[in-house]
């Protein structure tokens, strides 16, 4: 019986693994456009932008002030707001300091879509993406901004 368990497991993960098209490749492409999304916010690089997220993007977060009670929404930022944003940073070299998190972690990557979620120094962002050919391109982004107590 155990025998037979080991079989079926292994013969999931297989199915799993070329169902879902975890290649390597796709992995890093994935990686690259998130990498390529936080370096463009935090260089005031929009080429890295242009790059990374589609023409269509929806994002969307939340904020705490820091003397707020709750959580605001800081409302929508389209493409054009968000090279607007990077060229700002780049004009007034308001550029975050060595220590600020700039962190990728891959959630999941199926044949054409994937989620990975980004530490930054403006807090965390959820990244919904989808893939054009063998480009990997950032559709829609979910952030909050951290949790700023009064001791802060």
Excluded at 51 to 68: E, M
Excluded at 98 to 105: C, F, G, I, N, R
């Amino acid at each position: 019986m155990k025998r037979c368990n080991v079989y079926i497991t292994v013969l999931f993960l297989s199915f799993g693994t070329v169902a879902f098209g975890q290649s390597k490749e796709d992995v890093k492409g994935v990686e690259a456009a998130c990498l390529d999304y936080l370096e463009g916010f935090y260089e005031g690089d929009t080429t890295k932008l242009i790059r990374s997220i589609r023409p269509a993007l929806t994002k969307f977060g939340y904020f705490k002030q820091k003397d707020a009670e709750e959580y605001g929404e800081a409302g929508y930022m389209s493409f054009e707001e968000a090279k607007a944003y990077a060229k700002g940073v780049y004009e007034k070299k308001r550029f975050p300091g060595d220590d600020a998190p700039k962190k990728v972690k891959v959630l999941d990557v199926m044949n054409q879509i994937a989620a990975a979620k980004v530490t930054a120094w403006w807090g965390s962002d959820y990244l919904l993406l989808s893939k054009s050919g063998d480009k990997w391109m950032i559709d829609q982004v979910l952030w909050e901004g951290p949790l700023v107590t009064k001791n802060n």
